[in-house]
């Protein structure tokens, strides 16, 4: 599924170049903790300006805190919430077709 692995190698590139990490794209895990000490460690300032960051480059709306310990988990989690929203899009914008 190469269209997920280039979702998620978007993704982690934001998350680079947004939140300023001291890493590189190829340290990040797909299933790293985005929000643990054990994991990549950020805080909630960080989570902020991840959402947002989502927001603007994918258009994943995160509307509660509820959604986003769902959806921020970690970088497959982002990548799972996009794909499933584009699926969504994309289906509403076709007709039921009987």
């Not at 990040?28 to 300032?45: A, K, Q, R, W, Y």
């Not at 310990?69 to 996009?82: K, L």
Request: proline content about 3%; hydrophobic content about 50%.
């Amino acid at each position: 599924m190469a269209d997920l692995e280039n979702l998620k190698r978007e993704i982690k590139e934001m998350m680079v170049s947004e939140l300023m990490l001291p890493m590189s794209v190829e340290e990040i895990g797909d299933e790293e903790v985005i929000f643990s000490p054990d994991g990549l460690g950020l805080d909630s300032v960080d989570a902020l300006q991840l959402a947002v960051a989502v927001e603007k480059q994918f258009g994943l709306k995160i509307t509660d805190a509820a959604m986003a310990r769902e959806v921020m988990q970690t970088v497959n989690t982002v990548a799972d919430a996009i794909a499933a929203k584009e699926v969504e899009k994309v289906s509403q914008a076709q007709p039921n077709v009987v």
